[in-house]
Each structure stands twice: as structure tokens, then as C-alpha cells.
């Protein structure tokens, strides 16, 4: 009896949930069936009923996109404005490999045990993240709201498609020189160090480049955070000088910047 009343629940919140949405087929062939096991579990489904009911957004379109940690689904707010949801598989374990970037950032001294909670914190930390970054005028997604493993925040894109990464445009030596100036500008601003940055983790726009997938970043206190900045700098180094672009000594981008 009471798993049917939980069933039919469930139903119901998601058919307030997408009531008005244009579901999008995700171009990487993520499967619908996975998205509704893997991430809209009970507590998802009512952390996404509680938007709603405060107003944060009206309705969620579908998925766009999907990592081995998170899926990002096209929402819309009241006044019909496109936002991003990027929702955090709590049944993943690939969180426990995370832990290095987590462990050591005096922001998050408290690691509970347990893969929801390191979900969590997770979730926390990017957010917290892409505040220090916005806040600093860095050309990142703003941050607009955090509800457990749910990070709403600004839709890079147009009609649900996200903008395109770095990695699928055509690039030019503007757009190096902007790189390397994100990455200082994170260094010196926001005193953070990426800790994944790259050619993956870079919309190019209209606009310029804006820098996504931030959870991985850390304190400039944090222990490893020399080597994670080196690291950084020779991977987007890497990528540019694969594509033609003439690139600086990533040893003197680092004594530049560390100096």
C-alpha cells in the first residue's frame, strides 16, 4: 500500500516537474531510462518539486547533457528564462576519486563520511566556486541557487543547445591569450586554481570564452595547488599549440603567474 502511494507520488511530482517542457534527445545517446534511475531518485525528484513551489524555476525541459558525475537538464523560470540544472549523481562512486581536491581546501575542512554527503560537498564547493569567480567578474555561468546535489545556475546556450566547448570550435590566437588570462585571473582575483582545465571545460561564445565545471577548483592554500596550476597550464598549452596557435613557455606562464 504504501509503495503504491509512493508511486504514484513520484508520478505525479513529475508530471508537475516536466508538465510544460520540450524534452530534448541528448546528442550522446543518454538514455532516459538512466537519467530517471540514476539521477531523479526520490530525494532529487523533491529537492526539484521544492524549486518550483519557491519560485526558482517553473518547469524542467529534459536532459542536455551527461557526465560520468552529473547531468545537465534545460529548466525555465518564471519569467521564461532559460536556466541550467546540474544535478549530481549521488549513486556514482567516481565522487570518491574527488576527495584529493577536496581534502586539503581549508574552505571544506569538515569531509563527512559517505558518497551522498561527498555528493554534497561536492556540490557545495562548485557553487561556492563559481560565486568567487562571478563575483570577480570572471566569465563563468552565474550561480543562482543551491539545493543539496541540485546547482541551478545560468543556461550558456541558446533554445536548450549549450554553447559549444573549445574543443569542437574554431580557435584562434585570441582566444589562448584569453585562456591564459582566465587563468590568472582566477589565480590572482578569485585565488583559486582550476585543477581541470581545459579544452572540455571551456565554452567558446559570441562572447568570448566562459569557463564551466568548476567543482574541481581549489583554494590557493590548498597543498597540491602549485601542481594542480602547472598541470592546468600545460594541458591548455597542449591543446592550443596542437591547433596551430603560437604558444608561450608554459614554465614561464607559471613563474609569471606564481611570481
Not at 601542481?227 to 596542437?242: A, G, V
Request: proline share 3%.
Amino acid at each position: 500500500m504504501q509503495n503504491d502511494v509512493s508511486r504514484k507520488l513520484e508520478s505525479k511530482l513529475d508530471e508537475i516537474i516536466f508538465s510544460k517542457s520540450r524534452k530534448k534527445q541528448l546528442k550522446d545517446g543518454f538514455k532516459k531510462g538512466k537519467v530517471i534511475n540514476e539521477v531523479l531518485d526520490k530525494p532529487t525528484v523533491m529537492t526539484l518539486y521544492k524549486l518550483i513551489t519557491d519560485h526558482i524555476i517553473a518547469f524542467v525541459n529534459g536532459p542536455v547533457s551527461a557526465g560520468k558525475e552529473s547531468v545537465l537538464f534545460w529548466a525555465v523560470n518564471d519569467n521564461n528564462e532559460n536556466i541550467a540544472l546540474k544535478i549530481y549523481l549521488v549513486s556514482t562512486s567516481n565522487f570518491k576519486k574527488r576527495e584529493a581536491y577536496i581534502t586539503g581546501d581549508p574552505r571544506f575542512s569538515r569531509l563527512k563520511k559517505g558518497t551522498k554527503n561527498l555528493v554534497y560537498l561536492w556540490a557545495k564547493k562548485e557553487f561556492r566556486n563559481l560565486s568567487q569567480c562571478y563575483d570577480c567578474g570572471i566569465p563563468v555561468p552565474k550561480p543562482i541557487h543551491l539545493s543539496n546535489n541540485v546547482l541551478v545556475m545560468e543556461f550558456i546556450g541558446k533554445n536548450g543547445s549549450p554553447s559549444k566547448q573549445l574543443l569542437e570550435s574554431d580557435i584562434y590566437e585570441k582566444d589562448y591569450h584569453q585562456a591564459i588570462s582566465i587563468i590568472k585571473q582566477l589565480y590572482y582575483d578569485a585565488k583559486l586554481v582550476h585543477g581541470d582545465y581545459s579544452e572540455y571545460n571551456i565554452f567558446k561564445t559570441e562572447n568570448g570564452l566562459v569557463l564551466f565545471d568548476l567543482g574541481s577548483a581549489v583554494d590557493l592554500r590548498h597543498p597540491n595547488a602549485k601542481e594542480f596550476l602547472k598541470r592546468d597550464i600545460n594541458n591548455i598549452t597542449r591543446f592550443f599549440s596542437k591547433r596551430g596557435i603560437t604558444v608561450n613557455d608554459p614554465k614561464k606562464v607559471l613563474e609569471e603567474i606564481i611570481s
